[in-house]
T-cell receptor, first 113, second 114 residues
C-alpha cells in the first residue's frame, strides 16, 4: 500500500520568510497529491492540490511542486504570515479502485512576527 | 450547506463503555471516510464507504470497532468496549464523485476514554 513520509515535523520561520515542506510517497501509481492545513482545534482544510500530469501549481503565496520520477512533492509558502501557523498535512492516493487518501504525519509550522 | 456534521463534539467515557460517533455528510457526497487523529500516528484511515457500501475497512484496528452507513445522509462509528488507547479525535470526511478529490472534513469528535 501507499506510504507517505513528511518532513520536517516542526518548522519555525520569521514572518516574511519562505517555508518548504517535503513529502515522499512509495506507490508509483499515485497521481493525486493534496495539501491540508489544520489550525489548532479545527478541521483539516484543503489548501491546494496537484495531479501527476502537472509539475507545479500556484495559488497566491502557496505553490506545490511534484517530481514523479523521485516520488516526492513539496509545499512552498512565500512571505509567511502569523496566520500561516498551523499543522500542514500532505497526502497521496493511487489511481485505483478501493483506495483513499493516505496522509503524512504533519508539519507544525510556526511563524513568528 | 452546513458542511459535514459530526456529533458529539466531545465525548468522555469510562473504559469498557460503548461509544457511538455520528456523521452527517454533505448532500451529494457519495464517498464517506472515517479517520482517526493522534499525535503519534497522525491521520489514519479507518474505513470508507461509497454509495453507503463499505469499500475498505482494513484500517479498523480491531473487532471492537464497527461502522455503518444505513443511508446516504448518516453514518456511525461504534467502539465496544472502549479502551483508553482509543482516545483520539475522530474525523468524518466526504467527497463527491471520486476519492481522487479534496475531502471535506467535519469538525471531529474528541474522544477521551478514562
Amino acid at each position: 500500500g501507499e506510504n507517505v513520509e513528511q518532513h520536517p515535523s516542526t518548522l519555525s520561520v520569521q514572518e516574511g520568510d519562505s517555508a518548504v515542506i517535503k513529502c515522499t510517497y512509495s506507490d508509483s501509481a499515485s497521481n493525486y497529491f493534496p495539501w491540508y492545513k489544520q489550525e489548532l482545534g479545527k478541521r483539516p482544510q484543503l489548501i491546494i492540490d496537484i495531479r501527476s500530469n502537472v509539475g507545479e501549481k500556484k495559488d497566491q503565496r502557496i505553490a506545490v511542486t511534484l517530481n514523479k520520477t523521485a516520488k516526492h512533492f513539496s509545499l512552498h509558502i512565500t512571505e509567511t504570515q502569523p496566520e500561516d501557523s498551523a499543522v500542514y498535512f500532505c497526502a497521496a492516493i493511487p489511481n485505483q479502485a478501493g483506495t483513499a487518501l493516505i496522509f503524512g504525519k504533519g508539519t507544525t509550522l510556526s511563524v513568528s512576527s | 450547506d452546513a458542511g459535514v456534521i459530526q456529533s458529539p463534539r466531545h465525548e468522555v467515557t469510562e473504559m469498557g463503555q460503548e461509544v457511538t460517533l455520528r456523521c452527517k455528510p454533505i448532500s451529494g457526497h457519495d464517498y464517506l471516510f472515517w479517520y482517526r487523529q493522534t499525535m503519534m500516528r497522525g491521520l489514519e484511515l479507518l474505513i470508507y464507504f461509497n454509495n453507503n457500501v463499505p469499500i475498505d475497512d482494513s484500517g479498523m484496528p480491531e473487532d471492537r470497532f464497527s461502522a455503518k452507513m444505513p443511508n446516504a445522509s448518516f453514518s456511525t462509528l461504534k467502539i465496544q468496549p472502549s479502551e483508553p488507547r482509543d482516545s483520539a479525535v475522530y474525523f468524518c470526511a466526504g467527497s463527491q464523485g471520486s476519492p481522487l478529490r479534496g475531502y471535506t472534513f467535519g469538525s471531529g469528535t474528541r474522544l477521551t476514554v478514562v
